[in-house]
């Protein structure tokens, strides 16, 4: 069984700095693209990020471009988000998910809350 | 980058009525189209990609078509499990936009 887990969400000032993580088990991790998904409270959908299954090319969203880093370990089935500069719009749920071109697994999300 | 424009955002339906969600794209994404379903405090889950291939597990009276620009979703006969938020997604680039999302609400 595909299980995606996110992790590393919080409280955190605006400005400052978050990394989350997204642990993968029940598939071939390397073999995979990856991406980032997030939803403020109440609103939609927002494609954020996604890596390449070897980690070579990364491709990001205008609204979070030089602020956040996308990256994986394939020898720890774990991906990660780098979350810098972080604004109060970054207030979000974010999830991670396995792309097979559509994203056809999704993490249960862990929550990011951009506040003074 | 590509924009996605789902109708309607809200719709009113009853147990047993044929619902269709229509999304348009703003420049062709050939057949580059998924749609999924998010219920009140869980992930989306995937339900059609490649425009209109259903994915394994999903009920049959989902059903997708289109290509190019203009994408519909069809729910045949609605049931209770399906009161949801419908979204596109397009992944004709990796700049992958989803549409607003379409709230199916009980009539």
């Known amino acids: 069984e595909v299980q995606l887990l996110e992790s590393g969400g919080g409280l955190v000032q605006p400005g400052g700095s978050l990394r989350l993580s997204c642990a993968a088990s029940?598939?071939?991790?390397?073999?995979?693209?990856m991406s980032w998904v997030r939803q403020a409270l109440g609103k939609g959908l927002e494609w954020v990020s996604a890596?390449?299954?070897?980690?070579?090319?990364?491709y990001y969203s205008d609204s979070v471009k030089g602020r956040f880093t996308i990256s994986r370990d394939n020898s720890k089935n774990t991906l990660y988000l780098q979350m810098n500069s972080l604004r109060a719009e970054d207030t979000a749920v974010y999830y991670c998910?396995?792309?097979?071109?559509?994203?056809?697994?999704w993490g249960q999300g862990t929550l990011v809350t951009v506040s003074s | 980058d590509i924009q996605m424009t789902q109708s309607p955002s809200t719709l009113s339906a009853s147990v047993g009525d044929r619902v269709t969600i229509t999304c348009r794209a703003s420049?062709?994404?050939?057949?580059?189209l998924a749609w999924y379903q998010q219920k009140p405090g869980k992930a989306p889950k995937l339900l059609i990609f490649?425009?209109?291939s259903l994915e394994s597990g999903v009920p049959s009276r989902f059903s997708g078509s289109g290509s190019g620009t203009e994408f519909t979703l069809t729910i045949s006969s609605l049931q209770p499990d399906d009161f949801a938020t419908y979204y596109c997604?397009?992944?004709?680039?990796?700049?992958?936009?989803f549409g607003q999302g379409t709230k199916v609400e009980i009539k």
């Open positions: 490649k425009a209109s």
């Open positions: 998910a396995r792309s097979s071109g559509a994203l056809d697994s």
């Open positions: 029940g598939f071939a991790f390397s073999i995979n693209d």
């Open positions: 890596i390449t299954n070897s980690g070579g090319s990364t």
């Open positions: 420049q062709s994404i050939n057949i580059w």
């Open positions: 997604q397009q992944y004709n680039s990796y700049s992958r936009t």
